[in-house]
């Protein structure tokens, strides 16, 4: 079962397989989320879930139990 994601502000669709990396969903998707350390500890690719969890999506993974997820970019200009 997929799951559908959406991400802001891109405003872009893709649906993903349970289980697969934020980071990689993303870049399959033609979005740019900035990365450092690609372990969460420097939190460069941090996004915000429709939940309101902030998560390091070079870290997380499409969840099992949802449907449907929309992801919200951070800008942050330094990164």
């Known amino acids: 079962m997929s799951v559908c994601i959406h991400f802001l502000p891109d405003d872009v669709t893709i ?9 990689k969903v993303a870049a399959r998707a ?4 900035p ?3 690609l372990m969460g500890s420097c939190h460069a690719c941090e996004v915000e879930l429709d939940d309101g969890e902030s998560v390091c999506s070079c870290i997380s993974a499409v969840p ?16």
């Open 64 to 79: 099992l139990e949802r449907s449907r997820l929309t992801v919200n970019l951070y800008a942050d200009p330094t990164w």
């Open 35 to 37: 990365t450092g350390c």
């Open 30 to 33: 033609g979005v740019f989320i």
């Open 15 to 23: 649906d993903a397989e349970p289980g697969e990396p934020l980071l």
